[in-house]
């Protein structure tokens, strides 16, 4: 059983970034891909960015590719979401996920494949 809360979210100005947090409990956190999904009202939850195991490995959505950063610290049981040079279009419910193992690193993209999940944190961004 994993838990899963996260943090770091506001409201920023286009251009700007926040560093999203998400503190898992359990000693098994290193043995866990960990995904951020996002989710604006009204649509679908989409996947943003997927860290392996040991950090070494990780995958972004081509929407956040080169702005948004994931990483971890296995020691901490936390994975962080860096996001820099904002956009509007980046306004959402900011999810972060544990799967237990994925096939590919595609695979991190699909939501099917995590089985816990933080309760999400508000990023808004004006333009």
């Known amino acids: 059983q994993v838990q899963l809360v996260e943090s770091g979210g506001g409201l920023v100005q286009a251009g700007g970034s926040l560093r999203l947090s998400c503190a898992a409990s359990g000693r098994t956190f290193s043995q866990y891909v960990m995904g951020w999904f996002r989710q604006a009202p009204g649509k679908e939850r989409d996947f943003v960015a997927g860290v392996s195991w040991s950090g070494a490995a990780t995958y972004y959505a081509n929407s956040v590719k080169g702005r948004f950063t994931i990483s971890r610290d296995n020691a901490k049981n936390t994975v962080y979401l860096q996001m820099n040079s904002l956009k509007a279009e980046d306004t959402a419910v900011y999810y972060c996920?544990?799967?237990?193992?994925?096939?590919?690193?595609?695979?991190?993209?699909?939501?099917?494949?995590?089985?816990?999940w933080g309760q999400g944190t508000q990023v808004t961004v004006s333009s």
């Open positions: 996920a544990a799967a237990p193992k994925v096939g590919t690193m595609a695979a991190m993209a699909d939501v099917r494949g995590y089985d816990y």
